[in-house]
């Protein structure tokens, strides 16, 4: 499969006919164009499962255009200044808390392979000033070793690729297929990077399909990082979980709690009460 290069290192930005600007409608913005990997419901529930605390250095592998850092990073500003927007959100919201306003915030960082997705990032933090915040960096996830010093991070995030290479239809384009399929990068490869880069009891937090979750659990405790919360995600109730999150820790004691069920849509369609607190909104009367 061909790859489209990149002209000049400003392809993206320069192309107004693709470029859009989303409104995350949490006071922040993020570019996305449509012939790249744009985001979708996994990432939100990913980026709100798990909190990032005050202080903590945060890595996200794949990053792709920078999704879940900001809504990360979004998320632990309204924590901190009490707007309670997007801090509201998630199963792991501290739910009417308030942090105190000097207290440290998270700085967040991005690992991605595409130059073109990492220049979509990189714009959307300028565009809403987050340059102390949150940092993108272009590279390999195999080659985070060699680039990240070992321990140096309490949480890492990551929203993989979900499909073995080889298997089911096609992408379409080489970006796509790369942020599908795992024709660059397996999960061995995603859990061996987090294992580096995390300290003694950090926190490495997933997306996943239900169908590679004997693998991942394997893995993951090969790379002795100890699965600890599992959450399985159903479009709505009586079908089949199409996604699950998962926190593991770093050298953690095995113990996994499985949580209730998330449930994205109501019998008539509508989202559920809780998508609709992860998404920071509330049901029209």
């Given amino acids: 499969m061909d790859r489209k290069e990149n002209q000049g290192g400003i392809w993206l930005l320069n192309d107004a006919g693709r470029l859009r600007l989303d409104d995350l409608e949490n006071g922040l913005y993020l570019y ?13 529930l990913l980026a709100a499962f798990e909190e990032a605390r005050p202080g903590e250095r945060v890595m996200d592998l794949c990053a792709g255009n920078g999704i879940v850092p900001h809504l990360m ?15 509201e959100n998630g199963r792991a919201a501290l739910a009417g808390q308030k942090r105190p306003a000097d207290q440290k915030l998270p700085s967040f960082f991005g690992l991605e392979l595409l130059p073109e997705s990492v220049e979509l990032a990189r714009a959307s933090v300028a565009r809403n000033g987050l340059e102390g915040l949150i940092s993108i960096d272009q590279g390999d996830v195999r080659e985070a070793a060699a680039r990240y010093a070992a321990a140096s991070f309490s949480m890492v995030t990551c929203n993989p690729p979900y499909v073995k290479a080889g298997s089911g239809l ?18 061995a ?5 987090a294992a580096h880069l995390l300290a003694h009891g950090g926190r490495f937090v997933l997306v996943h399909r ?5 693998e ?14 599992l ?35 109501n019998t008539d ?17």
């Fill in 32 to 44: 996305q164009n449509p012939e790249l990997f744009c985001f979708g419901m996994d990432a939100v």
């Fill in 73 to 87: 990073a979004a998320r632990a500003m309204a924590l901190r200044s009490g707007e309670g927007r997007p801090g």
């Fill in 170 to 187: 096609r992408a379409g384009s080489y970006e796509k297929e790369l942020a599908r399929s795992e024709i660059e990068l397996t999960f």
């Fill in 189 to 193: 490869d995603v859990a061996g990077a």
């Fill in 210 to 214: 239900p169908n590679r979750l004997p």
């Fill in 216 to 229: 991942i659990l394997r893995e993951l405790q090969k790379a002795k990082l100890e699965p600890k919360r």
């Fill in 231 to 265: 959450c399985l995600v159903y479009p709505r109730e009586g079908a089949q979980a199409n996604l699950f999150l998962l926190t593991a820790r770093k050298n953690g004691r095995p113990e996994l709690a499985v949580e209730p069920p998330l449930f994205v849509y």
């Fill in 269 to 285: 369609g509508t989202y559920t009460d809780e998508i609709l607190r992860i998404y920071g909104k509330t049901r029209e009367a």
